[in-house]
């Protein structure tokens, strides 16, 4: 085989391989990211730091200029690069919801449907916020 078409052939394999390996990102404002990479592992994260915002398994979400509301069904291991611990005290089986205040990088969350209701109501989330799937 000549050089050319080993040239050739290298460069398609490194582009079907990247293809890939891509994610695909939805801005939320206020340097928030949506990160969907399928299969259990969509997060909210904010621009330059991975660490904050709602870890893998978000499945609906809304969001205004002030607050981002979020659905997740819980991996059933904590992630090793995510060093933080979240009590997921009805087990990770069930649903749980976030709220993120964009003003201050507020998190709250893990919560319940009563704890997350009871969240909206306090912070003052517009009814208008409603969690629909991360992939409509």
Not at 8 to 36: E, I
Not at 69 to 74: H, R, S
Not at 90 to 106: C, E, L, P
Request: a negative charge; aromatic letters at 12%; one cysteine or more.
């Amino acid at each position: 085989m000549s050089h050319r078409w080993l040239g050739f052939w290298l460069c398609g394999l490194v582009v079907l391989l990247m293809s890939g390996c891509s994610d695909t990102t939805k801005n939320l404002g206020d340097g928030y990211v949506l990160v969907l990479e399928g299969g259990g592992s969509d997060h909210i994260h904010k621009e330059g730091s991975t660490l904050s915002g709602v870890p893998y398994g978000v499945t609906r979400y809304d969001y205004d200029d002030d607050f981002i509301i979020v659905k997740q069904n819980p991996r059933e291991f904590d992630d090793v690069i995510d060093p933080r611990e979240f009590d997921y005290k009805h087990g990770r089986d069930t649903s749980y919801f976030w709220v993120i205040s964009k003003a201050n990088s507020g998190l709250w969350g893990p919560l319940d449907e009563r704890e997350f209701i009871a969240c909206r109501k306090r912070l003052g989330i517009p009814d208008e916020l409603v969690l629909a799937s991360a992939y409509e």
